[in-house]
Antibody, heavy 123, light 107 residues
């Protein structure tokens, strides 16, 4: 069974940093891209960023709202994806979800979600 | 950025009804469109990718269609477990963007 388990969320002051982890199991982690999405309280879904699998260069893409502050990385030996969040702002408060992203010749598409971890940025 | 617009924003329907949600992209996205279902307090669930391909394990009462700028998600016979919010998302180009969501409620 495919499982994605996020951790690392919590309460953090504006301007500080936080690192989220996403531990994957039930599939060959290195074969897939991984993405992070977020959902502010009572709002819709927002894409945060994406990291390709090593076979496709392991490169990253980011939403403009987080580019330069957030960094996605991966450790294929441990089946973990990370979201390093620096210079946090109150508007980054949200539930953060990691997802598995597959390539099927039809673009990179999300097919599995973690349960989410809440990040609250407040003084 | 590509804007995704869903309609309606909410709808009320009876159990057994056929329900259709539409999603329009501000520019052509070929078939690089996904649909997700989210129940209150839960993580989203992937339903459809490539506009019309069902994710593994998703019941066949869900179907998707469309290409270019106009897409639809249809639930053939609404069941109690289908009451949720549905989102479309384009992955044709970065940034990946979502529609605002369609809340399906019980009538």
């Amino acid at each position: 069974e495919v499982q994605l388990v996020e951790s690392g969320g919590g309460l953090v002051q504006p301007g500080r940093s936080l690192r989220l982890s996403c531990i994957a199991s039930g599939f060959t982690f290195g074969d897939y891209g991984m993405s992070w999405f977020r959902q502010a309280p009572g709002k819709g879904l927002e894409w945060v960023g994406f990291i390709r699998s090593k076979a496709y260069g392991g490169t990253t893409e980011y939403a403009a709202s987080v580019k330069g502050r957030f960094t996605i990385s991966r450790d294929d030996s441990k089946s973990i994806a990370y979201l390093q969040m620096n210079s946090l702002k109150t508007e980054d408060t949200a539930v953060y979800y990691c997802t598995r992203v597959g390539w099927g010749g039809v673009g990179w598409f999300t097919d599995c979600w973690g349960q989410g971890t809440l990040v609250t940025v407040s003084s | 950025d590509i804007q995704m617009t869903q309609s309606p924003s909410s709808l009320s329907a009876f159990v057994g009804d056929r329900v259709t949600i539409t999603c329009r992209a501000s520019q052509g996205i070929s078939n690089y469109l996904a649909w997700f279902q989210q129940k209150p307090g839960k993580a989203p669930k992937s339903l459809i990718y490539a506009a019309s391909s069902l994710q593994s394990g998703v019941p066949s009462k869900f179907s998707g269609s469309g290409s270019g700028t106009d897409f639809t998600l249809t639930i053939s016979s609404l069941q109690p477990e289908d009451f949720a919010t549905y989102y479309c998302q384009q992955y044709n180009s970065y940034p990946w963007t979502f529609g605002q969501g369609t809340k399906v409620e019980i009538k």
